[in-house]
């Protein structure tokens, strides 16, 4: 049983450009969400998508945004990227309705020069 | 979302429990208490939840006090893998529970 898979695992990017992350979530878990997690930082929520809409979004600009598919895979896009976009993005995965713990992937570390 | 407040760091030897306090004294009726721990460059990783009950799993023990404003993560024989950054986190129930706010956690030490 695969747990929650990410692609790429590293990648350098230079300003301005734009950058896809993707994220197959855990065998039958639904609900995908993603977070930043700066160096030295705890990782922030980016959002939450599920029934391939975006449900819940936290304090990110309009840079980020994302896409659910119908096999619960999900994207993460951003536009524009900024020095202070380097960071390691994680997705999350989870059942909705079902309260405990999220499946973390093991990130995609993105080099923002 | 509550916010939970940590010591930025502890020790613990070897063998010994661990027991890492966090205060949410925000904290509302549905709001659950989630743990989480990350080793160095790794992805987060569950360690246990609970509402008012104490909770244990085979990693850990969750005491939440009967006010719900405080909580304990108790690692009851701590090995040096055990070292790792810990979260406690305060999330909303069904259907938000991936909305996890993470703060800076407690950079936990495990030592010989």
């Known amino acids: 049983d695969a747990g929650v898979t990410q692609s790429p695992t590293h990648l350098i990017k230079t300003r301005g450009q734009q950058v896809t992350l993707r994220c197959s979530p855990k065998?039958?878990?639904?609900?995908v969400s993603w977070y930043q997690q700066a160096l030295g930082q705890g990782p922030q929520f980016i959002f939450q998508?599920?029934?391939?809409?975006?449900?819940q979004r936290g304090n990110f600009p309009d840079r980020f945004s994302g896409h659910q598919f119908p096999n619960y895979s999900s994207e993460l896009n951003v536009n524009a990227l900024l020095l202070g976009d380097s960071a390691l993005y994680l997705c999350?995965?989870?059942?909705?309705?079902?309260?405990?713990?999220?499946?973390f992937g093991e990130g995609s570390r993105l080099t923002v020069l | 979302d509550a916010k939970t407040t940590q010591p930025p760091s502890m020790d613990c030897a070897e063998g010994r429990a661990a027991n890492l306090p966090c205060n949410h004294s925000?904290?509302?009726?549905?709001?659950?208490v989630y743990w989480y721990r990350q080793i160095h460059s790794q992805e987060p990783q569950y360690i246990i939840h609970?509402?008012?009950n104490n909770e244990t799993n085979e990693m850990a023990s969750l005491i939440i006090t009967e006010d719900r404003k405080s909580s304990t993560l108790i690692l009851p024989h701590a090995t040096l893998r055990d070292t790792a950054v810990y979260y406690c986190?305060?999330?909303?129930?069904?259907?938000?529970?991936?909305?996890?706010?993470f703060g800076t956690g407690t950079r936990l030490q495990v030592t010989l």
């Open positions: 999350a995965s989870s059942t909705r309705g079902v309260t405990g713990e999220l499946f």
């Open positions: 065998s039958g878990h639904d609900t």
């Open positions: 998508y599920y029934e391939e809409e975006e449900r």
């Open positions: 925000t904290i509302s009726g549905n709001e659950y």
């Open positions: 609970g509402l008012k």
């Open positions: 986190i305060v999330g909303s129930s069904t259907g938000t529970a991936s909305k996890l706010t």
